[in-house]
């Protein structure tokens, strides 16, 4: 059972315009979210977390949204740059849950110039 | 900063064979875990360490994977038997401390014909 689901698999977006990346959690003992970029033969590199204690954090272009009472978190860049055609992975964590990362599948961004 | 070291890259293999993969973590890092990607599940935890002592393989997919880390900057993920089926990227990531952010590898993309 997929304890944290990225229902898309793909989104396809304008350069300018806003990407908005969807993540669903279902344990409830998650209190830190994550969100990873993935570049081809490359590892994971981290991007941006939130706390459960919040509901917004803002690093520049990347806002991370949590919802908690919807278990759903999402990510928005914005303007969007072809750079930033990556996969994405959300990853949920807490002290409860062991401190380990449990991650989404991932969603693959494109951004087309 | 080396970063996490992975090698090799790429391994190409036959069945029955033994793969090992090996793994370097950022000095100073606590914990060390592995990850294996693919295209059905996504990014699994494998195993991790926590000051070289494994703490859970749980997601260690059978009696034919084992991981070992003999000191604080070693670490390998050996497969014997390998079958097609263990083909996929495998991932090493380490931290510092329980909370902190986990960094990756490069991965090896592992080939079992």
């Known amino acids: 059972d997929q304890q944290v689901k990225q229902n898309s698999p793909s989104l396809s977006v304008q350069e300018g315009r806003i990407s908005i990346l969807n993540c669903d959690y279902t344990?409830?003992?998650?209190?830190?979210f994550l969100w990873y970029k993935k570049y081809p033969a490359e590892g994971p590199t981290f991007l941006i977390s939130?706390?459960?204690?919040?509901d917004k954090n803002e690093d520049g272009r990347f806002t991370v949204f949590l919802n908690k009472s919807a278990k759903h978190l999402s990510l928005h860049i914005v303007p969007s740059q072809p750079g930033d055609s990556a996969v994405y992975f959300c990853?949920?964590?807490?002290?409860?849950?062991?401190?380990?990362?449990?991650f989404g599948g991932g969603t693959r961004l494109m951004v087309k110039p | 900063d080396a970063g996490v070291i992975q090698s090799p890259r790429h391994e190409v293999t036959e069945m029955g064979q033994e793969v090992t993969l090996r793994c370097k973590p950022i000095?100073?890092?606590?914990?060390l875990f592995w990850y294996r990607q693919t295209m059905m599940r996504g990014l699994e935890l494998l195993i991790y360490?926590?000051?070289?002592?494994?703490?859970?393989d749980s997601g260690m997919p059978e009696d034919r994977f084992s991981a070992k880390m003999p000191n604080a900057s070693f670490s390998t993920l050996k497969i014997q038997p390998s079958e097609p089926r263990d083909s996929a990227v495998y991932f090493c990531?380490?931290?510092?401390?329980?909370?902190?952010?986990?960094?990756f590898g490069p991965g090896t993309r592992l080939t079992v014909l």
């Open positions: 990531a380490s931290r510092q401390t329980a909370g902190d952010t986990q960094y």
């Open positions: 344990n409830s003992m998650f209190d830190y």
């Open positions: 939130i706390s459960s204690i919040k």
């Open positions: 990853a949920a964590s807490g002290e409860k849950a062991g401190n380990m990362l449990t």
């Open positions: 000095s100073g890092h606590n914990s």
């Open positions: 360490f926590n000051n070289n002592v494994p703490i859970d």
